[in-house]
């Protein structure tokens, strides 16, 4: 949904889609599939849920933040947890915003545009 909505409003980034934390981490670090980073290069910004298998999204966010090659890259936080703790956590462990994915699409959609122009365009 977040690919869809970018490209409906004309951002035109590129986007790189991992579908659990480990393969974020491969991913950032240079891992395995994730070695070749004339295909796979590193991200201006990062788009993370909290709520991911294998390693959740709080650890990925700290792995992200202690490491020098990492840390300045904007991790924006999008997940369904409105938990004060997780919310505590993440800004603890330096992430740049935290939002919650709204349950209405339209609400979404504006979200997403939002944060589009925000981190992709304007940043």
């Given at each position: ?17 991992v ?28 788009l ?28 924006v ?6 938990a ?40």
């Amino acid at each position: 949904m977040v690919k869809r909505s970018f490209e409906q409003h004309k951002l035109s980034n590129v986007i790189y889609h991992v579908d659990d934390g480990q393969k974020a981490l491969d991913y950032l670090f240079r891992s395995g599939e994730y070695a070749d980073e004339t295909k796979y290069p590193s991200p201006h910004c990062i788009l993370l849920d909290l709520r991911l298998p294998k390693v959740d999204g709080l650890e990925v966010l700290r792995r992200i933040k202690s490491d020098d090659k990492t840390r300045k890259t904007p991790v924006v936080i999008l997940t369904t947890s409105s938990a004060d703790k997780d919310i505590a956590q993440s800004y603890e462990y330096h992430a740049n915003s935290y939002g919650v994915k709204p349950m209405d699409f339209s609400e979404f959609e504006a979200l997403m545009q939002d944060l589009g122009y925000y981190w992709l365009a304007w940043n």
